[in-house]
């Protein structure tokens, strides 16, 4: 099965209003989670570049949506992490605005990859983005952080819960951990298939014209 291989990636910019966001030529994968799920690990073990997400010593630092230029192909669109109770919720509104308002405005976003904490059940936040994304029409995976903390028993027992606490197939959530590598080549064959399937639209796009 074709696979992607990240060879190169490099911070484009960050954007913490709407008119600042500058969309390229090309699909977006975007990364949404909590303050404290692992969205910056994540990030740097998909890339295999330590420190391409800053990881904060604070939950919450990521204040605005960074861009991430990937393989020249692809960007990575880093989210906001949200449910941080120490920010003002002034900030928190501000964040929630910035993140609906990109989901419902992004002309290139093809698919969400949403970070949950394997061992716990979804927040309220965390079914607040869910139903943004529904609304949005918005496909997404869930990627269950933290894989390394639970047996395969345990895992297997949560990915089924997951599945029903998210609505998605079990075959839609990919457990990770960002410590161990675990699960990413799950991942890797996962963004080979969406953007396989953009490639295979722009096709159809061009016999069309």
């Known amino acids: 099965m074709y696979t992607v291989e990240i060879k190169n990636a490099r911070y484009l910019y960050g954007f913490a209003q709407l008119s600042q966001y500058r969309p390229l030529e090309m699909p977006e994968i975007a990364v949404a989670g909590k303050s404290n799920v692992g969205k910056s690990s994540f990030i740097n073990m998909l890339t295999n570049i330590n420190g391409l997400a800053k990881v904060g010593q604070t939950p919450g630092k990521t204040r605005m949506i960074n861009v991430f230029l990937l393989n020249g192909s692809f960007t990575l669109m880093d989210l906001p992490g949200y449910g941080y109770a120490k920010v003002a919720r002034s900030e928190q509104e501000r964040f929630s605005r910035l993140i609906e308002g990109y989901l419902h405005a ?57 599945s029903r606490e998210t609505g998605l197939i079990a075959s839609e959530i990919f457990p990770v951990s960002s410590a161990t590598r675990q699960g990413k080549e799950s991942i890797c064959d996962r963004l080979a298939m969406l953007l396989a399937h953009e490639n295979d639209a722009g096709d159809q796009n061009e016999l069309a014209e």
Not at 110 to 124: I, N, S
Not at 136 to 153: G, M
């Open 106 to 162: 992004s002309q290139r976003l093809k698919h969400v990859f949403l970070l949950l904490d394997v061992r716990h059940a979804p927040t309220q936040d965390d079914l607040m983005m869910i139903n943004w994304l529904s609304f949005y029409h918005v496909p997404f995976s869930v990627i269950a952080t933290k894989a390394d903390k639970l047996s395969k028993a345990q895992l297997s027992r949560r990915r089924q819960e997951l």
